[in-house]
């Protein structure tokens, strides 16, 4: 039950994360409309929008100190190409405080997914031996549990936890691996090579699937749903 509590915890945080993200990324657009595109994980974008601030001048900002250089150079070209206006400060005042409670919600969010990557053996010990303690615990956080991870497909397996941003044609390394989702990141499939890393993604998709799902079955048999 500890580890329901500690899971359902991690998916509110995720959902309020997403909505601050959402709420940022509205409220800066009318400075930087083409930042989120630029910065599309909402962590970063909290930080490089906090490191901006209400400058006209992104130059100066200092955005290379918290990014790899070619993502800076191209926020620096863009921002500087950009009818860059400063926000209104009520407006800006909103935004700073919605990009810190992310970030406090960030650091709340790799709180919890230590306690559950900590428990994983116990939670669900066969899709931890698959993909390993951190993989599997990203995989429950992103289905929302262990029953909703046993229902999905081998297929749709492979892309849960992808995100689902605009691929920029390789305008931003932030955006070259968006259409793989968190199995990729499974050791297994990071030590295949590339050609055969799609095949032995698909493999731990279904593998993964079956594993939850035998759990989960024998967790509401013995009646701990």
Known sequence: QEENRREMAFEDM????????RLVVDLYAPKFPDLVTLVPGAVDYFNVVLCIGNLT??????????????????????????????LPDDE????????????????????????????????????????????????????????????????????LGQQKKLDLGGASTATARLHEGLVYQCPLVVAASEDLSTRASSVEGEREGLEAGLVARYAE?????
């Not at 250089?69 to 921002?79: F, P």
């Not at 048999?221 to 749903?225: K, N």
Request: hydrophobic residues 45%; proline residues 4%.
């Open 92 to 159: 800006f005042a909103r935004v700073v405080l919605a990009c810190e409670a992310g970030l406090e919600l960030s650091q709340a969010k790799t709180l919890v997914m230590g306690l559950i990557q900590a428990g994983m053996s116990d939670i669900a010990p066969n899709v931890t031996a698959l993909v390993g303690a951190t993989c599997a615990s990203k995989l429950l956080g992103a289905a929302g549990g262990l029953t909703q991870l046993s229902r999905i497909p081998g297929k749709r397996m492979m892309l």
């Open 14 to 21: 995720a959902e309020k994360a997403a909505d601050l993200h």
């Open 221 to 225: 048999a013995l009646g701990q749903e």
């Open 57 to 86: 001048d992104v130059s100066s900002a200092g955005v290379e100190k918290i990014l790899p250089k070619n993502d800076a150079i191209r926020i620096v070209v863009s921002g500087s190409t950009s009818n860059d206006q400063p």
